[in-house]
């Protein structure tokens, strides 16, 4: 069963016996915009046709925000486009986007996952998020013994939805953001991140 097999959150807690909560739990950890994105992206959002297909929304809306974050975490973690993450028959498939440990082996080297990202497609979040979660669950086994919080964003390209597996507890971040609130779409997904980069180096001095 792939992922994209999970219709709904319900599907996924009720296989995996996990707990769903809501609670806004992300805050916003500023991050300087630099002009030539602002204006990049303005022009794409203005100009272009971005939203034209599947393809072009992940590489035109949501792959350049995570990139830009991303940047500032890139000694500690990759960012991997469409790679394939199997855990079993049952929680295998293509996430669009992973945030992953940097590999000690190189770039190359797949590693532990920590952030999920998943287009919305056709802008059906409820299927979105039956996906992620599942792409969830399955980086939290392949992390098995480190108790790593794994984060999941679903985004198609305008509306930014934020989730969190921490243990058995999955909580869904009420607030939305979109990208025409810029500065606090960038403070959220630099939020994540940043608690990935923490949870990092804490395994790292008690190793």
């Not at 393809?55 to 500032?72: A, M, Q, T």
């Not at 855990?87 to 295998?92: A, I, P």
């Not at 869904?172 to 990935?196: G, M, S, Y």
Request: glycine share 6%.
């Amino acid at each position: 069963m792939a992922f994209s097999s999970y219709k709904d959150i319900s599907s996924v807690v009720t296989e995996f016996q996990i707990i769903y909560t809501e609670a806004n739990f992300l805050a916003e950890v500023e991050f300087p915009i630099s002009d030539y994105f602002q204006e990049d992206l303005q022009i794409v959002m203005g100009d272009g046709v971005p939203n034209a297909s599947e393809f072009s929304i992940c590489e035109n809306l949501i792959y350049p925000v995570l990139k830009e974050v991303w940047k500032c975490y890139r000694r500690n973690f990759v960012l991997w486009g469409h790679k394939s993450l199997y855990y079993n028959e049952k929680l295998s498939g293509f996430p669009e986007y992973i945030l992953a440990k940097r590999s000690p082996l190189g770039k190359i080297v797949f590693d532990k996952p920590y952030v999920l990202l998943v287009e919305a497609k056709q802008d059906n979040f409820k299927e979105g998020w039956g996906q992620c979660l599942a792409e969830m669950v399955a980086a939290q086994k392949l992390n098995d013994e480190e108790q790593i919080t794994v984060f999941g964003i679903v985004s198609n390209g305008t509306t930014w939805e934020f989730g969190k597996l921490d243990g058995e507890v999955f909580t869904k971040h009420i607030l939305p953001c979109t990208i025409h609130e810029l500065d606090k779409l960038l403070a959220k997904v630099n939020h994540i991140f940043q608690q990935c980069e923490l949870q990092l180096n804490q395994l790292l001095v008690t190793a």
